[in-house]
């Protein structure tokens, strides 16, 4: 059991920490960072050097083996948040909740609405009414095979062990406080076709129309009234952020209250530069953003710029949840599976910026966080992201973790993160304007 002791920015949130909170590191997220430490350990070679991975056979997997999980066709007509179904867990790995998978309307890169899936988590001894609070989490990397949707890994039959569900105790912990959490598979992750990974405004329609679904399921405890919140870390920092931009216009009727991100990849073009090809990254993300950015951009037309083999690792990729991406394709660059290397297509370039975080100032206050020696998300990018909104007017604390890598910034500074956005939920208002501080 790790305990810690979160630095509070203000003596108004610190008398916050007077109440009872501890942090537990999950199994499932020491394994999962243990499992990316010894990863990186062991590919801690020169990239340009090692020659393409063998491409391991995998079985094609049916369309769905859940019924749950295959839209209705015609998808019927509706709007952004509408719940086209609903089915309850008995066995989850959530024992203090009242779990259901979810699926709910969207709209894709183009506008057009599709089918998502999620899991609602209720508090168990939640209070009574229907204006509870309610947080959207946001998922980091699971991977971009159906398998590793975040809603299946609530499921211990449905659990893959390479897609590990390392934000529970995160999730827990605003159950403990009360607190309901909707979480969203993002589009193409559960659902049938290609995911939209690591595009911005894509993963942000997806939160917040989560939001807006949990908020129409019946006996939830939730209504349009309810105070609301958005938290992420890595991809789903990400996504938070982007939920955090896109709020003001594309949600306006949500009480927003706070917004938690941390291990932004603010800056996706220079993100997907830093991962390329490099063992301590995660040359495995930089490959499935591919597919991605082309599913949000299908005139960039990938297929036609890959190579034979290239063709088969991203197969494979498209195939596989995150620690099968990291053991194989831990080293493989972007300029070995295309030709010519779309890295240095204009096109491609101009596509990864869409993404871009930091030109609009959210509206509710935000918490960011991030490890110094991050090696995954370079600590600039969120450096960006915070001068980006405080230049606009946003208030945003930002706590930076010296000697923090990408997992244990999350174990470290999530604890202080979660409080910070249950404090908004129980109506104490943000220190306003901009403070920059670092956790010891």
């Not at 610190?14 to 430490?37: E, I, K, P, Q």
């Not at 839209?71 to 779990?99: E, F």
């Not at 908020?215 to 349009?224: A, F, H, P, W």
């Not at 991809?235 to 896109?246: D, H, I, M, N, V």
Request: hydrophobic content about 40%.
């Amino acid at each position: 059991m790790s305990h810690f002791l979160p630095h509070r920015a203000s003596s108004k949130e610190g008398d916050a920490m007077n109440r009872s909170f501890v942090y537990r590191a999950t199994t499932g997220a020491v394994s999962f960072a243990a499992a990316l430490l010894m990863l990186a350990a062991g590919t801690g070679v020169a990239s340009a050097a090692l020659p393409l991975p063998a491409v391991p056979v995998l079985p094609k997997p049916p369309l769905s083996d859940d019924a749950f999980y295959v839209p209705p066709s015609p998808l019927p007509n509706g709007r952004p948040g509408d719940v086209l179904r609903t089915r309850d867990l008995l066995l989850s790995a959530y024992p203090d909740a009242h779990v259901q998978q979810i699926m709910y309307l969207s709209t894709d890169p183009h506008n057009k609405l599709v089918p998502v899936t999620g899991m609602l988590l209720t508090p168990l001894f939640q209070k009574p009414g229907t204006d509870n609070p309610v947080v959207v989490g946001t998922p980091g990397t699971r991977g971009l095979d159906d398998r590793c949707a975040p809603s299946k890994q609530a499921n211990p039959l449905q659990a893959n062990p390479s897609s590990p569900d390392y934000e529970i105790t995160e999730y827990q912990q605003f159950l403990i406080n009360g607190i309901s959490v909707v979480i969203t598979d993002y589009e193409g992750q559960g659902t049938p076709g290609d995911s939209s990974y690591l595009v911005g405004p894509s993963e942000g329609r997806n939160a917040l129309d989560a939001l807006r679904a949990s908020q129409y399921v019946n006996g939830s405890g939730l209504s349009t009234n309810s105070p609301s919140g958005i938290a992420g870390y890595s991809q789903g920092g990400q996504a938070a952020a982007w939920a955090a931009e896109l709020q003001p216009t594309y949600a306006p009727e949500l009480h927003l209250r706070g917004v938690l991100a941390g291990g932004v990849p603010a800056d996706m073009l220079m993100e997907v530069n830093h991962l390329n090809g490099n063992p301590t990254a995660g040359a495995g993300f930089a490959l499935a953003s591919l597919v991605g950015l082309n599913h949000a951009n299908p005139e960039l037309d990938l297929n036609s710029k890959l190579t034979p083999q290239g063709r088969q690792i991203i197969d494979h990729v498209k195939q596989s949840c995150i620690i099968e991406d990291f053991a194989t394709f831990g080293t493989t660059s972007i300029g070995q599976v295309t030709h010519p290397d779309v890295l240095s297509d204009p096109a491609w370039q101009k596509a990864y910026q869409a993404s871009l975080l930091g030109t609009t100032k959210p509206a509710a206050p935000a918490y960011l966080y991030h490890g110094t020696a991050d090696t995954i998300v370079p600590i600039a990018e969120e450096d960006m992201l915070y001068h980006s909104w405080c230049a606009q007017g946003a208030s945003v604390q930002y706590e930076v973790i010296p000697g923090a890598e990408h997992i244990s910034a999350f174990l470290i500074g999530a604890p202080a993160g979660i409080q910070w956005l249950a404090d908004r939920l129980a109506g104490e208002p943000a220190d306003a304007g901009c403070h920059d501080v670092s956790i010891p």
